[in-house]
């Protein structure tokens, strides 16, 4: 059965599938000796693929890692300032197989999901399917209700209007749910409205929770479905 080289290097576990397209754009990716194109199909059972002159086999077991992100943790495989990285929490067999979800802040903590899933990267990074992410906000002052309405009713940030989002205030925090995915958004929405962070957890990505017995810098194995 034919697929995009894009996709079968995702499904390998080689690199999500935006980065795979870079490979390919780059000119890294080879097919049966042949520099890849975007948009050039493979065989798995017949065709010799390559990126970076390794042979790329197809990847049978999916992986599917719930990890607390701690403060202080760069979401990257490398830090050009030699930061921690969050890649550096996982067992070293482990962290060549995966890449991480979506980002999260360096002062951010909570949960990150990482996999060598291309299918479920595609999924959850894709605004049009508007799977939502669910944030704990603890703020230096009460809010108002007025503050509490504008967050609802979405604010003018300086990459534009942000949809509306679901808020509730409880125990003296704010849960915020949105499903975009904007640069550093649930901060500079807070800001928009006077509202100073002072911790922001991420404690849901879609179905997934973050386990409340998890603690910063642990992981949990999970299933596809527990998260789509």
């Known amino acids: 059965?034919?697929?995009?080289?894009?996709?079968?290097?995702?499904?390998?576990?080689?690199?999500?599938?935006?980065?795979?397209?870079?490979?390919?754009?780059?000119?890294?990716?080879?097919?049966?000796?042949?520099?890849?194109?975007?948009?050039?199909?493979?065989?798995?059972?017949?065709?010799?693929?390559?990126?970076?002159?390794?042979?790329?086999?197809?990847?049978?077991?999916?992986?599917?890692?719930?990890?607390?992100?701690?403060?202080?943790?760069?979401?990257?495989?490398?830090?050009?300032?030699?930061?921690?990285?969050?890649?550096?929490?996982?067992?070293?067999?482990?962290?060549?197989?995966?890449?991480?979800?979506?980002?999260?802040?360096?002062?951010?903590?909570?949960?990150?999901?990482?996999?060598?899933?291309?299918?479920?990267?595609?999924?959850?990074?894709?605004?049009?399917?508007?799977?939502?992410k669910e944030y704990e906000i603890t703020t230096s002052e009460q809010p108002t209700e007025t503050q509490l309405e504008q967050l609802r009713e979405?604010?003018?940030i300086a990459t534009g209007l942000t949809y509306p989002a679901k808020i509730k205030a409880k125990n003296g925090k704010i849960y915020m749910t949105i499903h975009e995915g904007k640069k550093r958004q649930v901060r500079r929405m807070m800001d928009v409205v006077g509202l100073d962070v002072r911790n922001l957890k991420r404690i849901r990505v879609n179905n997934l929770k973050l386990p409340a017995d998890l603690a910063p810098g642990q992981y949990v194995m999970v299933k596809k479905e527990e998260i789509l």
């Open 154 to 156: 979405g604010v003018e």
């Open 1 to 132: 059965m034919l697929e995009r080289v894009q996709k079968y290097l995702s499904s390998a576990g080689v690199a999500s599938r935006r980065k795979a397209e870079e490979f390919i754009q780059s000119g890294q990716v080879f097919i049966n000796g042949k520099k890849a194109k975007l948009g050039d199909k493979v065989n798995p059972e017949k065709d010799v693929v390559k990126v970076y002159g390794k042979i790329v086999k197809p990847q049978a077991e999916k992986i599917y890692i719930g990890l607390n992100k701690p403060h202080n943790y760069v979401v990257s495989k490398k830090d050009p300032r030699h930061r921690k990285t969050v890649f550096d929490l996982l067992p070293e067999d482990l962290r060549t197989k995966v890449w991480n979800v979506g980002r999260l802040d360096y002062g951010t903590e909570g949960l990150l999901i990482m996999t060598n899933d291309g299918d479920l990267t595609q999924a959850l990074a894709h605004p049009k399917y508007e799977h939502e």
